[in-house]
């Protein structure tokens, strides 16, 4: 298919700005870009048939199965997308007189409360834009906790084997060294090796619970009592919430520290890799090292608070705020009777798709799992060649979203699935039976599965060359012969 | 009250059946009985669609919508076209994660990948990642893209947004002694203040260009003060004013940062808005997020992919480098939507607007009793002016309607006018000001 740049002709555009009314101001010619400005140059009707061309190409929740495991693809309600498109929202600067943006301090306050009675914490900030960023503040309120402390020793955080890439990294961004925690047997934290971890040098530990392995940590309580027997504070990476909401709560787990994705939890679309929204809730003691502005509630009225003890900013304004919007759309419209509901049926249609898939794949832990499970291909790859990306690959071929591929990292040939509860059991059935063929398709036909996809706009691609001789832009000597119409 | 949720009783029933337990309950037995809540949520009950959609309409109404805005700061006023909102609707961009199966992802991929050319042909820079969370996060990812051991001191001019130099502080945490302002001189960053702290333990410079005050820098000179140090440039870029202005690229910068919201992005009280991020060819590889490339398939079809993962958190871990996961791909796909359809002509056409709206107004400003220019030098769509009394003469303009500029201190206003304001708006606000100034008197 076309880029955009090929499309069109010179001088083509759209009619968009009116003429000048005032006098043209001309700048000094030293200024100005000698450089051309080569973007498209297209009508609308080519613009329109170009985007619906490429989301074509796209699979997202709204055409089918989207079982991406730690990445709950649940369904993104419109109303939230309409509430977002209201003028009232997306047009108010974030600058303009606070009495003059009122409502908008009511949607983050009310969210506040909301997402901190769920979570079980005391204060929440809502400028993270995303989980990552989530994670690198409230690292930021551990560093301000132990610097506040005078408890300068404290340079190290423990991480399970099991965690998302992003919390060794946001860590690191926050000058920790990493303490790899590694998991039993039965897939949770090494109490042994974390007792032998811990020290006056801990700052703290970093917990997804439960897990990536969609597994519920048992020794919860003992764990986070041991960091804080140590002085450490305890994280909880909220990528998981789903599996607990409305059930269990990361405040009555012992951990002081929370993110969430909204993204994920909360039903607002992922919009092909973002925008997020990673709120940071807290306990208390922490609450006066938030980023950026807190929004205090004076009767009716709501106002910007200034923290004087804050972190810093780690955002321009008030962060991705029609995100919280739409969260808190969803949350107002579950209510409090929707949250066990969410992580009821999360569950069961995870322990379903399980059963009806052990006795032919291998489950990598097997037993009761929570929102998500994880499946080794390990044996299937040593008897047939078939790897846990051929696997994937054939997946795509029947309109379905690939899980998770060789993430965890701790399993071999991982796919991690995660159906969410907001798919039917005819979808979780329809979903089994395509894999329970190409299982069998493994053993007999196993070049097929190497093939795959064959169906799809493009087939397996040269990622090699890709990484060794980039190219990262369209240049305008490069005539597109092997594009398909 | 509302739900998405898809299981009848009756399926719940068959699949409960089939896992060979009683009840949903019983899936949550490893979890610690002391944990478990055995209350209910101290939260709003549920409601219909339409009494939520009645809820919110409310709430929007305690918002002010001001139609006229001579606000910037950071968050600009400009128009959209109708074919943005259309095409980022589209549920497919909407409802789909990360491209990493890129075969059933192509849309996607291909849409960054002309997000990412359009970015290089904005600033003139070889090699643009996927976006990052806005303006503030590129410019303090930037930095870290800059500094090691033997190069850590980081430079940043006073005529930087002071929260985006928030930002960066915070970024620097733990090392915030590394961070030195350079003040400005007459608006513009004080280029003997600059050579001054300069030296070879530099890791960057960063400018704003047009400055905080909308003041044009002199970023061609300051790049070559730069790079006599060896030390790593980077310009924080009003992608509008690009249109118009000496590109990064031109002014030997190394990367280039910026934010992305005046490219169809509606305010949105702050976010999401669009961090954009390019670099030279030699600095690419230390690009933090997504990066989406063009290779083949196996039938040597053009295709395209995620690429450089190797820098990537999901593989480095603690080596990454960057933590960053999700970016923010729609408000990207917005971006070159906008872009394509102002084309060439359309973004000087905007910049131009912009630029000699700013400048009428200014000159008419100025025209009224105690109002002031506070500098000479040459600015694109944002200037400060210096009258007697800031807070009044904003409180003048909101009573019509009108959010006039952003107050500085008592005396100083920086004003923001791009296309959306027109001559004859232009005038009615003076008008207003002049009637109030009459009736003072």
């Known amino acids: 298919m076309r880029l955009i740049v090929e499309s069109g002709q010179k001088n083509r555009s759209c009619t968009l700005l009116p003429e000048l009314s005032v006098p043209e101001y001309r700048m000094e010619a030293s200024l100005l870009r000698g450089q051309e400005l080569h973007l498209p140059e297209v009508s609308e009707t080519e613009i329109s048939r170009h985007y619906t061309a490429l989301a074509g190409r796209v699979h997202g929740v709204n055409n089918g199965f989207y079982p991406l495991g730690s990445c709950t693809m649940k369904y993104n309600p419109k109303i939230n997308d309409e509430i977002a498109a209201m003028e009232g929202f997306s047009n108010i600067h974030p600058l303009q007189p606070e009495y003059t943006a009122e ?10 409360e909301i997402l901190t009675e769920i979570t079980g914490m005391d204060a929440m900030t809502f400028q993270p834009a995303a989980g990552a960023h989530g994670e690198f503040t409230g690292l930021l309120l551990m560093h301000a906790y132990h610097t506040a402390r005078k408890d300068s020793g404290r340079t190290k955080i423990l991480v399970p084997d099991s965690a998302h890439g992003t919390n060794p990294a946001s860590a690191a961004m926050v000058g920790y060294t990493i303490i790899n925690i590694p998991s039993t047997e039965h897939g949770l934290v090494d109490l042994t090796a974390l007792k032998a971890a811990l020290g006056n040098d801990t700052a703290g530990l970093m917990l997804t619970n439960p897990n990536t392995l969609g597994l519920f940590d048992t020794n919860i309580l003992e764990i986070t009592r041991l960091v804080h027997e140590a002085g450490g504070l305890n994280y909880y990476d909220g990528a998981n919430l789903n599996a607990v909401i409305g059930r269990a709560r990361p405040g009555d787990m012992g951990f002081d ?26 306990k208390k003691n922490l609450a006066n090292y938030l980023p950026g502005n807190r929004v205090a509630r004076d009767g009716e009225n709501h106002y910007l608070l200034q923290q004087e003890e804050s972190v810093g900013r780690v955002k321009m304004f008030e962060g991705n705020f029609l995100i919280v919007l739409r969260a808190l759309t969803y949350l107002l419209t579950l209510g409090k009777e929707g949250m066990a509901d969410i992580s009821g049926n999360a569950v069961l249609n995870a322990n379903y798709m399980m059963k009806r898939l052990e006795d032919t794949f291998e489950v990598a832990y097997p037993g009761v799992c929570m929102h998500e499970f994880v499946l080794t291909l390990e044996k299937l ?12 690959k054939g997946i795509q071929e029947y309109g379905i979203h690939p899980p998770t591929m060789y993430f965890p990292n701790i399993v071999h040939e991982a796919l991690m699935l995660e159906p969410t509860e907001t798919e039917s059991k005819e979808t979780i059935d329809r979903a089994v039976d395509i894999m329970l063929q190409l299982y069998d398709k493994a053993q007999n036909e196993p070049e097929r599965l190497k093939e795959a996809p064959i169906n799809q706009p493009v087939r397996r691609l040269d990622e090699v060359t890709a990484a060794r001789k980039p190219i990262l832009k369209h240049s305008d000597e490069e005539h597109c012969e092997t594009c398909v119409e | 009250m509302g739900s998405y949720i898809l299981n009848t009783e009756r399926d719940k029933r068959e699949m409960l059946l089939e896992i060979g337990i009683s009840s949903v309950d019983e899936l949550f037995g490893e979890i610690p009985a002391e944990i478990l809540l055995k209350r209910e949520l101290e939260i709003p009950a549920g409601r219909s669609e339409l009494e939520v959609k009645k809820r919110m309409q409310k709430i929007a109404a305690k918002n002010h919508v001001f139609p006229t805005i001579l606000r910037g700061a950071g968050a600009y006023s400009h128009y959209i076209p109708s074919i943005v909102k259309s095409v980022t609707s589209k549920e497919e961009f909407v409802t789909a ?24 042909e904005l600033t003139g820079m070889d090699a643009s990642n996927a976006s990052v969370y806005d303006g503030a996060t590129a410019a303090a990812e930037a930095i870290a893209m800059c500094r090691d051991k ?5 430079l940043v001019s006073e005529g930087v947004h002071p929260q985006v130099i928030e930002v960066i502080r915070t970024y620097l945490t733990g090392v915030e002694d590394t961070l030195v302002l350079i003040p400005c001189k007459e608006g513009a960053t004080d280029m003997d203040a600059l050579k001054e702290e300069i030296g070879d333990t530099t890791a960057c410079v960063l400018i704003q260009q047009p400055n905080f005050y909308g003041i044009i820098e002199p970023a061609d000179e300051i790049g070559e003060i730069v790079h006599q140090t060896k030390a790593e440039y980077i310009m924080h870029c009003n992608p509008i004013a690009m249109g118009l202005l000496k590109t990064p690229g031109e002014c030997k910068a190394d990367i280039a940062v910026g934010e992305g919201q005046p490219l169809g992005l509606p305010l949105s009280y702050g976010g999401p808005y669009l961090g954009f991020m390019a670099a030279t060819e030699k600095m690419m590889r230390k690009l933090p997020g997504r990066i989406a490339g063009q290779t083949t398939d196996i039938e040597g079809k053009r295709a395209f992919v995620l690429t450089l993962q190797a820098r990537e958190q999901h593989i480095r871990r603690e ?3 960057s933590n960053i996961c999700s970016n923010q791909a729609l408000c990207a796909l917005t971006a070159a939507v906008y872009m394509s359809a102002m084309g060439p002509s359309g973004m000087k056409q905007t910049a131009s607007l912009c ?8 000159n008419e400003l100025c025209n009224l009793k105690g109002f002031r220019m506070e500098h000479k030098k040459e600015y694109f769509h944002e200037f400060v002016t210096i009258c007697p009394d800031a807070a009044k003469v904003l409180e003048v303009l909101e009573e019509e309607d009108i959010l006039g500029g952003l107050m500085l201190d008592d005396h100083r206003i920086l004003w923001c006018v791009t296309e959306m304001t027109a001559k004859e708006e232009l005038d009615r606000v003076v008008d207003i000001l002049r009637t109030y100034q009459g009736h003072e008197e």
């Open chain 1, 257 to 282: 520290i929370v993110h969430l994705n909204l993204h994920k939890t909360f039903s607002t679309p992922h919009g092909g890799g973002g925008p997020g929204s990673g709120p940071v809730g807290c």
């Open chain 2, 319 to 321: 080596k990454a480098s």
């Open chain 2, 97 to 120: 994660y990360t491209p990493y199966q890129a075969e059933m992802s192509q849309g996607l991929l291909q849409a960054i990948f002309e997000y990412q050319t359009m970015i290089c």
């Open chain 2, 355 to 362: 630029m000699s709206n700013a400048h009428y107004f200014a």
């Open chain 1, 103 to 112: 409502g908008c301090l009511e949607v983050l306050k009310e969210a506040e």
């Open chain 2, 150 to 154: 033997k190069r850590h001191r980081v």
């Open chain 1, 381 to 392: 790859k040593e008897e047939t060649g078939v790897s846990a990306l051929d696997m994937a």
